[in-house]
Nanobody
Framework: QVQLVESGGDLVQPGGSLRLSCAAS????????MTWYRQVPGKQRELVAR???????NYADSVKGRFTISRDNAKNTVYLQMNSLKPEDTAVYSC??????????WGQGTQVTVSS
C-alpha cells in the first residue's frame, strides 16, 4: 500500500504560478509512472502530466510549455510546477502512482483555483 499526499493548491490570479507536491509513503524509485490528473465537477478526469521511471515526460496539450513535472526520488516526491495559470486550469489536482501489475494508488487531491 502507498499513501500519496498532495499539497500546494491555492487561489491564484491569472498569470500566476503554483508548485504542487505529491509526497509518497514509500519509494517512488520503482514506480513505473507518476502522473498528475485534474478534474472539474461534472467533467471527466484529465491527465495533466506524467513522468516515467526513466524520466520521460508527457503533457496534455493544454498545459504544454506552462507546466513542468519532476520527481525527486530521494524525497519520494513528485512536483508539478504550474506557470502562466489560466482560469481554465481551475480544478482538483490529484497524484497517481503506478507500480505495475495493476498496483495504482491515488492521493486525496488539492484544489487549484485561478481567479481574479
Amino acid at each position: 500500500q502507498v499513501q500519496l499526499v498532495e499539497s500546494g493548491g491555492d487561489l491564484v490570479q491569472p498569470g500566476g504560478s503554483l508548485r504542487l507536491s505529491c509526497a509518497a509513503s514509500r519509494s517512488i524509485f520503482s514506480a513505473n509512472d507518476m502522473t498528475w490528473y485534474r478534474q472539474v465537477p461534472g467533467k471527466q478526469r484529465e491527465l495533466v502530466a506524467r513522468i516515467t521511471s526513466s524520466g520521460s515526460t508527457n503533457y496534455a496539450d493544454s498545459v504544454k510549455g506552462r507546466f513542468t513535472i519532476s520527481r525527486d526520488n530521494a524525497k519520494n516526491t513528485v512536483y508539478l510546477q504550474m506557470n502562466s495559470l489560466k482560469p481554465e486550469d481551475t480544478a482538483v489536482y490529484s497524484c497517481n502512482a503506478y507500480y505495475g501489475m495493476g498496483r495504482s494508488y491515488w492521493g486525496q487531491g488539492t484544489q487549484v483555483t485561478v481567479s481574479s
